[in-house]
Nanobody, 117 residues
Framework: QLVESGGGLVQPGGSLRLSCAAS????????MSWARQAPGKEREGVAA?????????NHADSVKGRFTISRDNAKNTLYLQMNSLKPEDTAVYYC????????????WGQGTQVTVS
């Protein structure tokens, strides 16, 4: 099970921190990713991380330097720190585990809405 939280309404330039609480699988064995889907658009990968450490993370060019993915394997929780938010970041954000490497998505959580306006 994956439960995302932390979304909301924020002004441009603001910050949010998303969390994804995972259960029912061995969290530390999985690549973990954040993806987003804006209205009328396809879901796109935002950031992905392997077991741990900033050197194990990848970020999409559209968010590089503004968003940071991290994980706490002891708490089975994935995070996404989002700074300098822009209106184009508005979307439903999902977390996903994967065993197929970075940007692999085995299944999704229910998502959390982020609105920048």
């Amino acid at each position: 099970q994956l439960v995302e939280s932390g979304g909301g309404l924020v002004q441009p330039g603001g910050s949010l921190r998303l969390s994804c609480a995972a259960s029912g699988f061995t969290f530390s064995n999985y690549y973990m990713s954040w993806a987003r889907q804006a209205p009328g658009k396809e879901r796109e990968g935002v950031a992905a991380i392997y077991i741990g450490g900033r050197s194990a993370a990848n970020h999409a060019d559209s968010v590089k330097g503004r968003f940071t993915i991290s994980r706490d394997n002891a708490k089975n929780t994935l995070y996404l720190q989002m700074n300098s938010l822009k209106p184009e970041d508005t979307a439903v954000y999902y977390c996903a585990p994967g065993l197929g490497g970075y940007w692999s998505f085995d299944y999704w959580g229910q998502g959390t809405q982020v609105t920048v306006s």
